[in-house]
Structures are given as C-alpha cells and as structure tokens.
C-alpha cells in the first residue's frame, strides 16, 4: 500500500465526531473551539457574513483561542479553519478604509498580526475557499498548510491600491520563489489548490471526500501523541530555517538535538526502541 493510501485509510478511520463544544466557544463571538480528538484543539473563523473577514474583535479572539489551547496542557497540537466558502477573505476592508496614519501608526494596527508564528506547539491551517490578503497571510504562519480542492488564494491588495502587510510578499517569496510571489503581489492573480500544490505553497489538496479538516485533525493527533518537547524543538529549529544562514541553522539544529538528551522523553523514547515496546511519554 503506498503512503498516500496508507493516509487516505487513516484519515478516514479517524475521522473526529463534529462535536464541537459550546462551553469552549463560549467567550469567542467569532471563533468557536473544539476537541475533536485528544490533545487536539480546532479553531474555526466564525464570521460567515463577511467570509471571515479580519476585523480587530475577529482577529483578537482567534489569537486568544491560539494561545488559550498553545497555553493548556492537555492540548498537543491545533487546527484552525474557516468555512467551506472562506478561510478567511482578508483583513476588514471596511473597518481600516478610512484610517489615517496617524491613527494606524499610533495604535500600532494589526501588531498582533505575527500570533501563530509566536506560538510553540504546531498549527495545522486546513483551509477551504477563499484564502485572500490578510487570510493567506495567516494561513502561511501556519506550520503545516492543508487545503481543499476549493480553496482560491490570493494577495489581491493591489486592487485596493495598497500591498501585503502581513508578511505576505517576505514568506511567499521563500516558498514559492520571486517570480511567482511578484505574479501573486502585482497582479492580484488568485491561484487555485491545485496551482498552490503544484507551486509547493501547501503540503497537500484533500479531496472532498475525506474532508481537509478531518485530515488536518488526523494530522494534529499525530503530532498530540509524540513527546511535546520534542515535538516543540522540531518546529522551532525548522521555523529557524527561514531566519538563519545555513551554517548557523544546522548549528542551532545539532545544539537542540544534543539538548534533547537532558530529557526524559529521549531515554524513554530510545529505550522504548530497544525494548521493542511502544514509548510513554512524560513531556519532560
Ligand atoms: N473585508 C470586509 N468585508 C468583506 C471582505 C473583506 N476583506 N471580503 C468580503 N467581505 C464581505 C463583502 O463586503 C460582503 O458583505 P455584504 O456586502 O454582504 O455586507 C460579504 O463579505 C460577501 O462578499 P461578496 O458579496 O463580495 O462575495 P463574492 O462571492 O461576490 O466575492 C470575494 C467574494 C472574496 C472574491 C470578494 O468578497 C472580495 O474580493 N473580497 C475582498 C478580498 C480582498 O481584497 N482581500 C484583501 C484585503 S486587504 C497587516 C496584516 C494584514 C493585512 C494588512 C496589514 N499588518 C500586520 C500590517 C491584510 C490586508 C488585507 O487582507
């Protein structure tokens, strides 16, 4: 059976039980929370009128509910998705049409924009139809980006006279290279899933019928059920790839791998080899 099979079948046995919970939601007005599987948190964009639009309360509750579940021990990964139509369509047009400089400067707009990239334990975005602006923009901090067939995305801010502010020109560029990020940038071009994959912007396009939320949920649970110290250094040293030259990164790499012996999750997990027994990890 290959690989791709392999998670099909996997995916679809675990398919989480849409059981979202109202009492996790209940302090979010435009996201709700859920546990779809242990160690598991999914965060889903609830603003349908405005395809989830960013707007500040919108933004505010996704980065409290980020690091609410980054903060809760019991959670070992999470996942953030829209709705079938939108992830999330961009920032608020509406809300920042009219703001002056003085007023975007003084309250420094959009400073918490950067919430995921700061978080330690792994976002999986699991994005269906549009991913435009500011909604790409968050789903590219994401640590792993899965879509739907449906999924359009885009940086089309050129058409609003401006350009990306959420790191959309600086981490395109890395994925995707320069002369794709200044299609995207200058024309405003939305590209579909199947061009984002074949462009290397996402791990995977989920076919309809396993559903792009179960397979990120599948994927979170994976991830849940390894060692979160390790789990936390692997995205830390990977994230660091896109900061640091070459030497320093496989520097940073080997000190964190050599650090990783002063836990109780590498003796466990070496030792569980040995003994050809599965490893219990203690998260320490
Ligand atoms: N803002 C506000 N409302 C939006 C919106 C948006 N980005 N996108 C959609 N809506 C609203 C529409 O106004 C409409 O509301 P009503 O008229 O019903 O009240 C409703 O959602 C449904 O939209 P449509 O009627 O337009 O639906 P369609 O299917 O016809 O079109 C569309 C869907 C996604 C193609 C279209 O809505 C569209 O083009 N939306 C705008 C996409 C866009 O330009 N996005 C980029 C926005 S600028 C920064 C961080 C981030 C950013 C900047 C700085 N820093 C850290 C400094 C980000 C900037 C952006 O994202």
Redesign the pocket.
Known sequence: MSFATHAIRVARLARPTRNFSTSLSARYENVLVSRPQPGVALITLNRP???N???AAHFKDIASALKEADDDTSVGAMVLTGSD??FA????????KDKSFAEAYASN???N??VISKLNKPVIAAVSG?A????L?LALQADILLVSPSAQLG???I??G?I????GTQRLARLIGKSRTMELVLTGR?ISADEAEKWGLVSRVVPEDIGVVNAAVQIAATIADKGRVAVAAGKEVVNAAFELSLAEGLRFERRLFHSLFATKDQKEGMTAFAEKRKPEWSHS
């Open positions: 009128k405005a395809l639009a960013l707007n139509r939108a369509a961009g920032a608020d047009i509406k809300e920042m707009f959009l400073a924009w950067e549009y435009l602006g500011g909604g923009e940086q089309p801010e058409n609003l401006v990306p502010g959420g790191g939305i």
